[in-house]
């Protein structure tokens, strides 16, 4: 697989994480950590669908317990994190913070060996579109920093830490198999479930509609994202997959336009007009490698 596709492969898991707040909204009241097991749970079971015909990939479980420890921590503890930052923090504060994390990606990628170092380009286009997600928030209403709420916004940051931590090293253990993403999904629906019972108190979806909501999530934000986000840093140009995560945020604001959950704003066209300027920029870095499209 050359690293041009394997870009393209894990910008589809960007697409497919600008749909999570619509599929969200229309899921109804479950409480967040139900939502997460429930999810997780059927994003597990999509990466176990291939084994059926294909009994090689559950090899892909053994793996050490770093590995194991890498996965979880990636998928459960950002969740958890994130849920936290929203309980104890103003929620558009809380999604800017944690929203560093693509910049991060640019920033952490640079200590990778064989990466040519940090790059003018992709920091700037980072940078970019950082400012871009900036506008977007705060065409939300104005942002307020609050002393009350610091522990809310350290585990936002925490968030931004943890997962373009997940991300980056995922690189340096690119010869585990993508099927082990199966075993972290589930292992992340586990725990889930567990603090579901201890904190939240169940709420099911109502209706046909909300039951299916729950099961897009499942398939494609909560599932496919994630098996196509581990070809993407593994194999593909990570900093301009961590520049073209800023386009998430933007995009999942026109979906939500467009189904009428919110409406359109000057601060929105800036906002993608930034996010689409900083994604140019930063392909004119080139691929990660020279040895682009000879394969990995």
Do not use: N
Not at 78 to 91: D, K, S, V
Not at 195 to 217: D, I, K, M, R, S
Request: with cysteine; hydrophobic share 55%; charged share 5%.
């Amino acid at each position: 697989m050359t690293t041009r596709t394997a870009t393209l492969i894990g910008s589809g898991a960007i697409l497919l994480w600008s749909l999570l707040a619509l599929f969200t909204a229309a899921s109804g009241a479950v409480p967040p950590f139900q939502l997460a097991a429930m999810t997780f749970l059927v994003g597990g079971l999509l990466g176990c669908a291939s084994w059926i015909v294909r009994p090689s990939g559950l090899a892909a479980l053994r793996q050490p317990l770093p590995v194991w420890a890498l996965g979880i921590a990636g998928l459960f503890g950002y969740h958890a994190l994130y849920f936290a930052a929203l309980r104890l923090a103003p929620p558009a504060e809380a999604g800017l913070i944690s929203y560093l994390w693509p910049l991060l990606i640019v920033l952490f990628s640079a200590l990778l060996p064989g990466e040519g170092g940090l790059r003018a380009a992709h920091l700037a286009g980072a940078l970019i579109g950082l400012a871009g997600v900036v506008t977007l928030f705060l065409g939300r209403g104005s942002l307020s920093f609050e002393s009350a709420a610091l522990p809310g916004y350290a585990a936002a940051l925490a968030c931004a830490f943890l997962w373009s931590g997940y991300s980056v090293l995922s690189r340096r253990v690119g010869a585990v198999p993508t099927d082990a993403v199966a075993g972290f999904c589930l292992a992340t629906a586990a725990l889930s479930l567990i603090c579901h019972l201890a904190f939240e108190t169940t709420v099911w979806p109502q209706g046909p509609a909300q039951w299916a909501a729950v099961a897009a999530l499942g398939l494609g934000p909560v599932g496919a994202a994630f098996y196509l986000w581990d070809i993407g840093v593994k194999r593909g140009d990570i900093r301009l997959l961590g520049v073209g995560s800023y386009a998430a945020p933007v995009l999942s604001t026109l979906i939500l336009v467009a189904a009428g959950y919110a409406p359109a704003t000057w601060s929105l066209a800036l906002a993608c007009a930034l996010i689409v300027a900083g994604a140019l920029v930063a392909t004119r870095a080139g691929p990660a490698q020279e040895a682009a499209g000879s394969g990995r």
